[in-house]
């Protein structure tokens, strides 16, 4: 807990030495405890992602444009973990060529801003020439996303500020927050999109939803070539080609409608 006078941290934000002083001492702690966070086992980097959480603070003293101290906190809160987040992105950054990072950063536009998704449209065909090795574009996901910020809200209109991405994620796997880390959210990011996409494809018609399944092999579904089998499947349902290429662009349609609806729930 940050203890700062109003009086303080007034002064501070009028750049009085002392006061300065003051917020930087008291943010000290919330410094150390992200820096830890952000380290994970590279205990070696703890210093490093702390000296740059205390710049933070010198500079995010001057940017703050609040008056209360729980604002304060918040926003001097999301400044020092966005500065380690920087600094340890730029630290695993060396390891990965500067094509792929921009290749990286591509897909990460074309999947709208999901590093999950990016990493696997890095490696496909929508790339090109520049499309990049599974192993290149594992790397530069990491490089890239490093670890999501624990501390993020993890929907402001929904849950407003006060509910982090650790705190739902701590819920959900009946963990408490403080030992939440990085791979936890990742293993519960991927049970969130198993149950968004199984809600989304109950949503369908049976033959819409039959036809989506065989296009990526779906339990109990055998996987089924777009367009190449799409005789095969008409005769297993009963169908015509026709109407299984309509089951699939109506599905598909659906689908992205629902499974959005999903989303934005994250």
């Given amino acids: 807990m940050i203890e700062l006078s109003a ?7 009028n750049n009085d030495i002392s006061a300065v002083a003051a917020v930087v001492a008291a943010t000290e702690d919330l410094v150390m405890s992200r820096a830890r966070r952000v380290a994970g086992s590279d205990v070696a980097s703890v210093d490093d992602y702390a000296q740059a959480g205390r710049m933070a603070v010198w500079e995010g003293i001057k940017r703050f444009e609040g008056e209360t101290l729980a604002e304060f906190v918040t926003f001097i809160g999301r400044s020092i ?3 380690m987040v920087d600094a340890r992105r730029e630290e695993m950054m060396r390891g990965v060529s500067p094509h ?3 290749v990286f950063g591509e897909a990460l536009a074309q999947a709208a801003g999901d590093p999950y998704e990016a990493e696997q449209i890095a490696t496909s065909e929508a790339m090109g020439k520049d499309r990049l090795s599974p192993e290149l574009a594992f790397a530069a996901r ?3 996303a490093g670890m999501d910020s624990l501390d993020r809200p993890f929907n402001v209109d929904i849950t407003g500020e006060s509910v982090s991405l650790g705190d739902v994620v701590a819920r959900d796997i009946e963990m408490p927050a403080d030992l939440v880390e990085a791979r936890d959210v990742a293993a519960h990011r991927r049970k969130v999109v198993r149950e968004r996409v199984h809600l989304a494809l109950g949503r ?9 399944k065989a296009g990526f092999g779906i339990a109990p579904m055998a996987l089924y070539r777009v367009a190449v089998d799409d005789s095969e ?17 109506r ?15 994250c």
């Fill in 204 to 212: 369908l018609s049976d033959r819409q939803r039959t036809v989506l």
């Fill in 233 to 249: 499947l008409a005769d297993e349902l009963g169908a015509t080609p026709a109407q299984v290429q309509m089951a699939r662009y």
């Fill in 100 to 102: 792929a990072a921009k």
């Fill in 142 to 144: 990491l490089s890239w």
């Fill in 7 to 13: 009086e303080t941290l007034a002064a501070a934000k």
């Fill in 251 to 265: 599905g598909g349609l659906r689908f992205a409608e629902v499974y959005t609806e999903g989303a934005r729930e």
């Fill in 81 to 83: 973990f966005g500065a």
